[in-house]
Nanobody
Framework: VQLVASGGGLVQPGGSLTLSCVAS????????MAWYRQQPGKKREVVAR???????EYNDFVQGRFTISRDNAKNTVYLQMNSLKFDDTAEYYC???????????WGQGIQVTVSS
C-alpha cells in the first residue's frame, strides 16, 4: 500500500484546511485510516482515525474542530480542519492499518503551519 498525502500549507488562525491522502495497492477496503501529527520536539500523536466501515475517533485536542472522512470509491481519506490554532502547527502524516493482515503504512509528512 502506498499513501500520498496532500493539502498542507500556511493558514491563519481560525482558518480551515483540508488534507487528503490517496491510497493505492491491494485490500484497500480493509484499511483503517488515520492522521497523525508531529510537532517539533514532541512525539507523533494520533489526530483522528476512521475504521473500514466508517466509525471515527478523535484525539481530545480536536475538540470538534476536525472531521475525518473517507471516500472508498476514490481510495481517499480526508481531514477537514476548521478553527485552526497556532498549536495545530505540525507535520501531518497519513497512516493505514490493514485490519486483516496488520500490515501498516505511512505516507509522507506534509507541513501545516498556522500563523498570522
Amino acid at each position: 500500500v502506498q499513501l500520498v498525502a496532500s493539502g498542507g500549507g500556511l493558514v491563519q488562525p481560525g482558518g480551515s484546511l483540508t488534507l487528503s491522502c490517496v491510497a493505492s495497492g491491494r485490500n484497500l477496503s480493509a484499511l483503517l485510516m488515520a492522521w497523525y501529527r508531529q510537532q517539533p520536539g514532541k512525539k507523533r500523536e494520533v489526530v483522528a482515525r476512521i475504521e473500514p466501515r466508517g466509525r471515527t475517533e478523535y484525539n481530545d485536542f480536536v475538540q470538534g474542530r476536525f472531521t475525518i472522512s473517507r471516500d472508498n470509491a476514490k481510495n481517499t481519506v480526508y481531514l477537514q480542519m476548521n478553527s485552526l490554532k497556532f498549536d495545530d502547527t505540525a507535520e501531518y502524516y497519513c497512516y493505514a492499518l490493514n485490519v486483516l493482515t496488520y500490515g501498516h503504512y505511512w505516507g509522507q509528512g506534509i507541513q501545516v503551519t498556522v500563523s498570522s
